[in-house]
């Protein structure tokens, strides 16, 4: 019970570690499998979860929730109000409202697809982090230019009734805000949650993940801060380390073996990564020997990189 941060590095039965803790929870503490939830970041993933846990549990399909984060907070939305799929703002309509929205204010671009691509990406970053409209600072447009065109692509999103992907997000955390009671519904039916590839995780998904936790926080959650590759889609792998300020009973478990690599391969990746300012100090060991030295291959582009 409680709270517990599992730093697993690469190739150290991450997944394996989930599936056989809801097998001991459904097992051992006999808790129902309708209160268990386990968040992964891709729909591979959890379907890959799902398979695991099947297989693990001697074929039986149990009632498990097992989702992607966007999944379950859409899920959650589409029952508070009522919503479906034609509520859902596809990524084609997004960038033609973007489009409009850019066009508008009559800027000089090199490249308008990667321009629109980027400002979407930036528009997320706000989102996804709750960072106020007026403290962000654009790395493509000047700040008046990305409130301009952040306000108009809402207002336009707005009058479709739609919202977008990480709209699932923020407005699954209004909610909760907004009704304390609809939270404690969803807090009652999911007693414990586990989480897969934690270092991925932004703000705001962080955020609606704690209250739902909320007041037991029975948070299980796997990751590697080394690992984290989603930072410009707003990922926190910070909030690893934050954890351990705000839950002071948090136990941290390390799973520093790695079953997949060798030793010269591991070794060479602990070198590179040590570099890295804000991380948890861990050792890795190889559970596969020595193996061969690693060879480093110069290069002079994509198409040289091919032909090797």
């Keep these: ?9 690469p190739g150290s039965g991450k997944t394996l ?28 993933a959890a379907a890959e979860m799902k398979s695991r846990l099947c297989l693990v549990m001697g074929k039986r399909d149990l009632p498990v929730t097992v989702g992607t984060f966007h999944g379950i907070y859409y899920g959650i939305l589409k029952w508070a109000y009522r919503m479906n799929q034609e509520n859902i ?24 697809e990667d321009f629109i691509q980027d400002i979407a ?23 008046d230019a990305f409130r301009n065109i952040y306000r108009n692509y809402e207002q ?31 807090q009652k ?8 590839e934690f270092q991925d995780i932004n703000r705001v998904q962080y955020e609606v993940i704690r209250m739902l936790a909320a007041p037991r926080y029975n ?9 984290s590759i989603y930072g410009f889609r707003g990922a926190k792998p910070e909030l690893m380390l934050y954890m351990k300020q705000e839950f ?31 991380r948890f100090y861990k050792r890795v060991q190889s559970f596969r020997g020595r193996g061969q030295n690693v060879h480093v291959q110069e290069v002079l582009d994509e198409q040289e990189e091919a032909q090797y």
């Excluded at 019970?1 to 590095?9: H, N």
């Excluded at 479709?160 to 969803?186: H, N, S, T």
């Excluded at 941290?252 to 070198?271: C, D, H, K, P, Q």
Aim: with cysteine; net charge neutral; charged share 30%.
């Design 189 to 196: 039916r999911f007693q414990y949650i586990l989480i897969d």
């Design 156 to 186: 336009h999103r707005k009058e479709l009734k739609k919202i977008d992907f990480d709209d699932m997000l923020v407005q699954c955390y209004a909610l909760f805000r907004k009704k304390p009671e609809i939270l404690q519904g969803w």
């Design 17 to 44: 570690t989930i599936v056989n803790r809801v097998k001991y929870l459904i097992e051992k503490q006999k808790v129902r499998p309708e209160e268990i939830l386990v968040v992964t970041f891709t729909r591979f």
């Design 121 to 143: 990406a930036e528009i997320g970053k706000v989102k996804n982090n709750r960072i106020p409209l007026e403290e962000f600072v654009s790395e493509k447009c000047s700040a």
């Design 89 to 112: 703002l596809s990524e084609t309509e997004k960038y033609q409202i973007l489009r409009g929205v850019i066009n508008k204010e009559r800027m000089e671009i090199f490249d308008e």
């Design 1 to 9: 019970d409680g709270p517990c941060l599992v730093l697993a590095g």
């Design 219 to 227: 948070l299980f959650v796997v990751g590697d801060d080394d690992q």
């Design 248 to 278: 002071p009973s948090l136990r941290t478990i390390s799973l520093t073996v790695n079953y997949r690599s060798t030793e010269f391969i591991t070794g060479a990746a602990a070198r590179v990564i040590l570099h890295n300012d804000t």
